[in-house]
């Protein structure tokens, strides 16, 4: 079946210093590919999508690029502040039953450093 | 503020006790997905309604069950509870089926 495979948490990063977190997929088809983050004690919100190949989804600083050949989707930001500390969850959506439920990976948790 | 509300935001009950979580969708939204969050398991989907009825089932257990109702608001009935059902259950919607998803605050279950 479909499965996201993000790189284990947690990650510790100085403010302003660079963002990568990894992000691979397997599905059958053509997912369509989601950011969501979470804050402590909150929801998840959505913070980029893409669906198709090649698109780039960015939002707040935060980018990631839809990337079939690799079935990949990092997402990166170039400068990173405290309030971006939370939980980050690489996600999938693909009808393969008429429905299109969200696969997550198993969630990155990211802690900015002053 | 997603505009998707999910009521309680907190839920604390016994073990072989049936409570009802309940989840309100954007407006305008036909689709509700309900997924349950937990330490062992992560975020999993459980159950898809789409303007009433019932889209898609993921990995529910059987003592689980949900509903839609005519004025698009969602129920989850949980019964039969367990130590292992304490999670955060999350309801999401979406204006139509392949439309983006969007996340109410959850409800906590705890089960003691």
């Known amino acids: 079946g479909d499965s996201v495979t993000q790189m284990e948490g947690p990650v510790t990063l100085s403010e302003e210093a660079f963002l990568t977190i990894n992000c691979t997929y397997t599905?059958?088809?053509?997912?369509?590919l989601f950011w969501y983050v979470q804050y402590p004690g909150e929801g998840l919100q959505l913070l980029l999508k893409?669906?198709?190949?090649?698109d780039k989804g960015s939002n707040k600083g935060f980018e990631a690029t839809y990337r079939k050949e690799t079935t990949s989707f990092h997402l990166e930001k170039g400068s990173v502040q405290v309030s971006d500390s939370a939980v980050y969850f690489c996600a999938l959506t693909w009808s393969g039953a008429g429905s299109y439920q969200l696969t997550f990976g198993k969630g990155t948790k990211l802690s900015v450093i002053p | 503020d997603s505009g998707v509300t999910q009521t309680p935001k907190h839920l604390i009950t016994a073990t072989g006790q049936r409570v009802t979580l309940r989840c309100s969708p954007r407006s305008g939204d036909l689709s509700v997905y309900w997924y349950q969050q937990s330490l062992d398991q992560g975020l999993q989907f459980l159950i898809q309604y789409y303007n009433g009825e019932e889209r898609a089932k993921g990995n529910i257990l059987e003592r689980f069950s949900a509903q839609q109702f005519p004025d698009l608001h969602s129920e989850l009935n949980l019964s039969s509870l367990e130590l292992g059902d304490s999670a955060l259950y999350f309801c999401?919607?979406?204006?139509?089926?392949?439309?983006?998803?969007?996340f109410g605050p959850g409800t906590r279950l705890t089960v003691l």
């Open positions: 893409a669906t198709k190949a090649d």
């Open positions: 999401a919607s979406s204006v139509q089926i392949a439309d983006t998803q969007y």
């Open positions: 599905a059958t088809g053509y997912p369509s």
